[in-house]
Nanobody
Framework: QVQLVESGGGLVQAGGSLRLSCTAS????????MGWFRQAPGKERESVAT????????GYADSVKGRFTISRDNAKNTVYLQMNSLKPEDTAVYYC????????????WGQGTQVTVSS
C-alpha cells in the first residue's frame, strides 16, 4: 500500500546523535501506524519505536527510552527517529515499517539504513 525509503544512517562515536528519516509514497500515509525496527549482526529483528496515526502516545523499547524519539509529519509523508546518546550496542540496520490499524502484522518495509556506533 505504501513504499518506504529510509535515510540518515551513518557512522558516529558513542555519545553522538543521528536523525533517521523515512519517506513514504502514497496518499494514505496518515492512515498507518508507523514503526522503527533494527537488526544487529547475529540477532533477531526487534522493535525500537512505534507511533500512532496522529502522533500521539509513542512507544519505545526499554533499551532506547530516554534516548530515542519517534515523530511524524503527515503533511510531508515522513516519520523520523531522533537518536541521542548512542551506544555501540545500537549498531544495527534500521528499518522503517507501516501497518494499518486493523492489521496484526507489519507488512510494508523500507530497505534499511546502516547505523554504526564506535567506542
Amino acid at each position: 500500500q505504501v513504499q518506504l525509503v529510509e535515510s540518515g544512517g551513518g557512522l558516529v562515536q558513542a555519545g553522538g546523535s543521528l536523525r533517521l528519516s523515512c519517506t513514504a509514497s502514497g496518499r494514505t500515509f496518515s492512515r498507518y501506524i508507523m514503526g522503527w525496527f533494527r537488526q544487529a549482526p547475529g540477532k533477531e529483528r526487534e522493535s525500537v519505536a512505534t507511533i500512532r496515526r496522529s502522533g500521539d502516545s509513542p512507544g519505545y523499547a526499554d533499551s532506547v527510552k530516554g534516548r530515542f524519539t519517534i515523530s511524524r509529519d503527515n503533511a510531508k509523508n515522513t516519520v523520523y527517529l531522533q537518536m541521542n546518546s548512542l551506544k555501540p550496542e545500537d549498531t544495527a540496520v534500521y528499518y522503517c515499517a507501516a501497518k494499518s490499524l486493523y492489521s496484526t502484522s507489519w507488512t510494508d518495509w523500507g530497505q534499511g539504513t546502516q547505523v554504526t556506533v564506535s567506542s
